[in-house]
């Protein structure tokens, strides 16, 4: 049986998720307290399922202390059990919840909106450690749909490594673990030829390739993650983001994730993602 839990911010898009799981064939659960994660999916595996989904979140807060328990159990029964946490920005979910008119779970009229964000991150802080995370900061709901679709056929006895360009002026990506800035790297932003195009198109990857310390940060990248990969493997992590970024995520970034991912494809499960030119 195949198990994806889906939890995360209010606001952050776990609706999205959960439908996108649902047309894939899994049969999904919405809002499912932990404590009885285990009598569905005794019921479900006796009649016949064999992909789920649930979703599991602050609307049933007294329960979400069990969860990590309730996902090893499971684990030894032999249930292949994955999570998808996603997160945003407060300012980022505090203007959803305004435009969309909705009242935040957690609202008890004493609360502020953004103090219930700040609560409910304390509340899923347990759960957000242990899951894969997502960003959905500056995705549209097409660019989560693509990336829940890529999680859900990932090798789950592989550690999968995540390239990820992002530009600083929209902030570090929240589910980054390794963090490289690029900024200080030759621009093709200021050549007027350049400035339309992104890191994957030729004329940047010239322009880019001539520069010696492009070479040099690609390299010493390259070589940090080879060391340290070892590490990361060993601690039993399943996930590993390695996120770069340069002002805009549109060229320097885009660049050097393109040649890190095709670097590594060979080695291990490679993802890549450009957070700029999701669309």
Known sequence: MQLFLISGLSGSGKSVALKTLEDAGFFCVDNLPAELLTALIDTLWQSGQKRIAVSVDVRSPKSLPQL???????????????LLFLDAKTDTLVKRF?????????????????????????????????????????????????????????DRARLTLLFQSFGFKNGIPLDADLVFDVRCLPNPYYDPQLRALTG???????FLEQSLSTRKMLSDIRTFVEDWLPGYIS??????????????????????????????APMQQVLVRHRELAG
């Open 98 to 154: 305004s435009e969309t008119r909705r009242m935040h779970p957690l609202n008890d009229g004493v609360l502020t909106l953004p103090e219930c964000v700040t609560r409910e991150r304390e509340l899923l802080q347990g759960i957000s450690e242990i899951g894969h995370r997502i960003d959905t900061s500056d995705l549209n709901a097409n660019a989560l749909r693509a990336w829940v679709k890529q999680f859900i056929k990932l």
């Open 200 to 206: 994957r198109d030729p004329d940047v990857v010239a």
């Open 68 to 82: 990590p328990q309730n996902i090893e159990d499971l684990k030894r029964q032999g249930l292949d059990v994955h």
């Open 235 to 264: 601690d039993n992590r399943i996930y590993l983001t390695v996120a770069i970024g340069c002002t805009g995520g549109q060229h320097r970034s885009v660049y050097l994730v393109e040649q890190l991912a095709r670097h590594f």
